[in-house]
């Protein structure tokens, strides 16, 4: 009997080493996760205002077109 409760506690040891070890594996991957979470983010905020600034240049050469049209 002894010998099956020691067998279980190593056992138990030993899964509970494999669960720390995969908890470790799992924040690792969540850390880069996050990491390319945030890249991604900064280039689409990156990419959205450099959009928001071309469509504006192209709207001030037509303000332009059109004021020099009328002159």
């Not at 983010?41 to 303000?63: C, F, G, P, T």
């Amino acid at each position: 009997m002894d010998d099956r409760i020691r067998q279980q506690r190593q056992g138990v040891r030993a899964a509970e080493e494999h669960v720390q070890q995969r908890q470790v594996f799992l924040t690792d991957k969540m850390v880069d996760e996050k990491v390319w979470q945030n890249a991604r983010s900064k280039s689409l905020q990156k990419y959205r205002q450099e959009a928001l600034i071309r469509e504006q240049n192209e709207l001030d050469e037509i303000a332009l077109r059109r004021a020099s049209a009328r002159r």
